[in-house]
């Protein structure tokens, strides 16, 4: 389908559709089995114009296939969750049974990542604050085999029901769909920034809302390593927003006689 918003707001890339499937989409992108790889590599393909696919042995990275709702995949990290919840915060390297998995792996991983994984990203304070990130995080196993992204202009809305819709949009264009979200809502925290990886931002997160009575719209792409990720891929100062299939239909029917079609939008877009 084509989407007014993406037409009225001249978005550079396609829109996004999340699907759950348990059919492979023909000459789809996929990770190797047991490959590492970014989720939002893919999702920048597919905002491009290609398919993308991932399943149980082909999502790229543990927080990425945590991030599409095959289950804690944190349990899988190196050294199990208590090695990830360290690599996110302080490092492993003062904590011995950390720096013993470092050596196991030294051999098999990219030198970057044995960096942060004995220095850690340092995106949160300490061990006990990722923890109770990781515990509130809706982790879910979905029910079905593949997790699909595949622009939106490819779906037939009556025929597949995509979770989530995805946008990328520049500062600008994300004010104007911040505005759209909230058109046609009573309240004014109808979008949400929470903090986490970018493929949680456009997976989990958004699935959660999409169960919600009135859902919400979510940022992401703060994540700054997936932003580092991408940054060859696409424009440097793109977001996302991860709209819930209801709310997205919403968001379209308000596209003609709203603010779009007024002057400040005007000058702003020109």
């Known amino acids: 389908m084509e989407s007014k918003i993406a037409s009225s707001l001249k978005l550079r890339y396609h829109p996004v559709a ?3 499937t348990d ?10 089995k047991g490959r590492w790889g970014c989720v939002m590599w893919l999702f920048a393909h597919a905002a491009k114009g290609q398919i993308a696919v991932f399943d149980r042995e082909t999502y790229g990275c543990w927080g990425g296939g945590v991030g599409l709702g095959f289950g804690n995949q944190y349990k899988n990290f190196p050294g199990g969750v208590e090695c990830f919840y360290r690599f996110l915060s302080q490092g492993n390297e003062d904590w011995v049974p ?5 050596q196991e792996i030294k051999k098999f991983v990219r030198k970057d990542f044995l960096e942060d994984f004995l220095q850690g990203e340092r995106y949160k304070e300490s061990f006990e ?6 515990e509130q995080l809706p982790i879910i196993d979905i029910p079905n085999k593949y997790v699909v992204f595949k622009p939106l202009r490819d779906i037939d809305i009556n025929q597949e029901r995509p979770q989530v819709i995805v946008f990328l ?3 600008d ?3 104007a769909l911040i ?3 909230n058109y046609k809502r ?3 925290e109808n979008v949400i920034i929470p903090w986490a990886a970018g493929c949680q931002t456009i997976g989990i997160l958004a699935y959660q809302e999409a169960n919600a009575k009135s859902p919400r719209a979510i940022v992401g792409l703060t994540d700054i390593s997936a932003r580092k990720n991408i940054r060859r891929l696409l424009d440097k100062n793109l977001f996302s927003l991860a709209v819930p299939l209801k709310m997205f239909q919403e968001m379209e029917e308000s596209v003609e006689h709203s603010f779009l079609e007024r002057p400040t939008w005007k000058a702003i877009e020109g």
């Open 18 to 20: 999340i699907l759950w």
């Open 129 to 134: 604050l990722v923890k109770k990130f990781v």
């Open 169 to 171: 949009a520049n500062p």
């Open 173 to 175: 264009q994300l004010s």
């Open 179 to 181: 505005i759209l979200a």
């Open 23 to 32: 059919e492979r989409p023909k000459e789809a992108l996929q990770f190797k």
């Open 98 to 102: 950390g720096k013993k998995v470092a």
């Open 186 to 188: 009573e309240g004014s």
